[in-house]
T-cell receptor, first 114, second 112 residues
Framework: DTAVSQTPKYLVTQMGNDKSIKCEQN?????MYWYKQDSKKFLKIMFS???????INETVPNRFSPKSPDKAHLNLHINSLELGDSAVYFC?????????????FGSGTRLTVV | SQKIEQNSEALNIQEGKTATLTCNYT??????LQWYRQDPGRGPVFLLL?????KEKRKERLKVTFDTTLKQSLFHITASQPADSATYLC???????????FGSGTRLLVRP
């Protein structure tokens, strides 16, 4: 019954590899997001999608490519991984852009690049 | 650009007391402000939203105030319990309604 589910929960990979993180929400929300939380616990917006359309790309390197095959899914593909990409990545969704009910977050994917 | 500051990295209080967390913002007039709770290893959980035209919002033991003149929101937990120990994040709408900007959080520890 998980509302926003991300897979995998942990990802350890070598520099230069390409990896993907999947996200699915079963809440019927129109808007989905990717956030990055660094080692200092600071949560930073990366992308926002509304009904499969990219709305926000917050100056993220183009090694990061989100894909939304339908409004319930927002996947994140990362090419040529770098050490600085190590962080926890959170997927979230909202009914509207969050003005009334807030965001529902997944439990996060901890990415470690070695 | 918008800047949010939660000016206590950590707050340590005794069970039963009221915890008060502060969120200040600059360079912006948000339409609303939100508060989230985050436990270790988990995603943030939405708690409360307050709009710019609202002074105060309550939910059970939680109370949020919003002072647009001071550019500040206060988050109160009354009769605090050890189970309230977590990191609390404030967030405001950025220059787009599709961009929620988060503060760095305040880690609350409630001692039994």
């Amino acid at each position: 019954d998980t509302a926003v589910s991300q897979t995998p929960k942990y990802l350890v990979t070598q520099m230069g590899n390409d990896k993907s993180i999947k996200c699915e929400q079963n809440l019927g929300h129109d808007t989905m997001y990717w956030y990055k939380q660094d080692s200092k616990k600071f949560l930073k917006i990366m992308f926002s999608y509304n009904n499969k359309e990219l709305i926000i790309n917050e100056t993220v390197p183009n090694r990061f490519s989100p894909k939304s095959p339908d409004k319930a899914h927002l996947n994140l593909h990362i090419n040529s991984l770098e050490l600085g990409d190590s962080a926890v990545y959170f997927c979230a969704s909202s009914q509207d852009p969050g003005q009334n009910y807030g965001y529902t977050f997944g439990s996060g994917t901890r990415l470690t690049v070695v | 650009s918008q800047k949010i500051e939660q000016n206590s990295e950590a707050l340590n209080i005794q069970e039963g007391k009221t915890a008060t967390l502060t969120c200040n913002y600059t360079n912006y007039s948000p339409a609303y402000l939100q508060w989230y709770r985050q436990d270790p290893g988990r995603g943030p959980v939405f708690l409360l939203l307050i709009r710019e035209n609202e002074k105060e919002k309550r939910k059970e033991r939680l109370k949020v105030t919003f002072d647009t003149t001071l550019k500040q929101s206060l988050f109160h937990i009354t009769a605090s319990q050890p189970a309230d120990s977590a990191t609390y994040l404030c967030a405001l709408d950025g220059d787009s309604s599709y961009k929620l900007i988060f503060g760095s959080g305040t880690r609350l520890l409630v001692r039994p």
